[in-house]
């Protein structure tokens, strides 16, 4: 037993495996449990039916055109939002005027509940890829522009001035001091507007859209098909994992010097 | 030992703060320091010693006076200058050989023209077999190695010390007093170090320099007469302690008021 423990804590793949899928079983033991007590199938399916209905849904194909809408439309506009905010990020950094100016507007709209704009959007853009892309990017782009700036104030003071003694030039300082600090931060921000933008991109697609995750989910719940809600759900669960693993992997290649 | 390289010339700092008084740090410095020569400033805090030596390497710029190296006039920093400063100051993410070549790449050199180089002072620091590791992988004592390394490698005119062991345990202080004594005996760098370490600053120079403070002045110029190569021993040598203790009586009164000042 305790050699089971001190396994389970251990910082290795294997052991991560393990932990990761030590909870999904418990989740689906309890769901599984609480779907025994709650009969009725409109509020809750156990998860033999979900798995089922979203097998069902691979064969169909329907899976597949809205994994193809979905992730096309979240991706590039994920990308975009990474480009975008790394930009502004650096504008904001590199000038105090405009980060005076400019950060009371950006953090006012950061604050405000951009979703809930999603008809606006629409109604602005056309159903289709353009209010998908414009809505995913303003809740993505806020994360990045935050911790690109407060990375690249927070580099070390006395690097900057080690580098200015070897007589670095200003573009010198900042490929190899400040960019270099900022990074590890920049990629927090990108973890945060993943999650952020998958939200997104469901609203979005329950607002105008014929193919996607969001329009998915919302045609079933329209049918009372609770299965298939909460397979796509599950999907999506599923991706915002995947971003997250990947990118807190990136963050620790980075910055190694910061675990110990 | 031919002539002096470094002339500092009647040179005053006084820093502007914005909405409060101005805070003179030095005044009147005068100052010349020979080829070859290892010599150390000492004062109590506050006594503007690492401003000297941020204006000696270009980072500030004098109020009044000047800074000749070399018959040249110092006006911004420059490869004939190299810091080795008290803190941390590599870089993270860079290994031991890359933050050494780090100085060599900033000044335009191709990896394989920066490495051999960088690895004969990694060699000269007793830094082999650490090429790639990375500094939070190391001790401070191996870390301040891979600075002075750093700023030996760059081979510059003199060498800049501020401060190097104020961050090292007793024993390491020690250890790392000696093998700089090596490493200038091999390298015959013109060294300048700032120190609070009286007995550090006679060990390792030729001329100590006593500075007073607020605002610094040059209070006393002392030579060290104690013949070389200096080993750990000498620190127990009565001659050795007499000039510790005479410049331990010149700057004991500035050292207690500037503990007033500070707390």
Known sequence: MRDIYEFFEQDSKAAAGARISLSVLCVLLLWQFVSVFISNRLLLVPPADVARALLVEIQRGAMWANAVATVTAVGTSFVASVLLGIAIGLALASSRVLSLTGGPVLSALNSVPIIALAPLFIAWLGLGFASKFVLVLMVAVFPVVVTTEAGLRAADKQLIEAARSFNATPMQIFTTVTFPYALPFIVSGIRVAWARALVGIVVAEFFGSFAGFGFAILSASQTFDTARVLGYVIVLGVMGLFGSILFETIERRLAPWRQE | ?263
């Open chain 2, 1 to 263: 030992m031919s002539g002096d390289l470094l002339r500092i010339e009647k040179l005053d700092k006084t820093f502007d703060r914005k909405g409060k008084a101005s805070v003179e740090a030095l005044r009147g410095i005068d100052l010349t320091i020979g080829e070859g020569e290892f010599v150390s400033i000492v004062g109590a805090s506050g006594s503007g010693k690492s401003t000297l030596l941020r204006i000696i390497d270009g980072l500030l710029l004098p109020t009044a006076g000047s800074v000749h190296l070399d018959g040249k006039a110092v006006t911004r920093p420059g490869t004939d200058r190299a810091m080795v400063f008290q803190q941390d100051s590599l870089l993270p993410w860079k290994t031991v050989i890359e933050n050494v070549a780090y100085g060599l790449t900033l000044a335009g050199a191709d990896w394989s023209a920066a490495e051999p180089v960088a690895q004969r002072f990694i060699d000269l620091t007793g830094l082999r077999g650490f090429e790639s590791n990375y500094p939070h992988q190391l001790s401070g004592g191996m870390r301040q190695r891979v600075n002075v390394a750093r700023a030996l490698a760059v081979n510059p005119r003199i060498l800049l010390l501020d401060e190097p062991f104020a961050s090292l345990d007793a024993q390491t202080r020690e250890i790392m007093q000696t093998e700089l004594l090596t490493i200038w005996q091999e390298s015959r760098k013109t060294v300048l170090l700032i120190t609070h370490q009286i007995d550090e600053a006679v060990f390792l120079s030729d001329t100590v320099v006593v500075f007073s403070a607020r605002p610094g002045t040059v209070r006393s110029v002392i030579p060290v007469p104690i013949a070389r190569p200096r080993a750990l021993d000498v620190k127990r040598q009565p001659a050795f302690l007499k000039i510790v203790d005479q410049i331990w009586n010149m700057i004991e009164a500035e050292v207690r008021a500037s503990m007033k000042f500070n707390t």
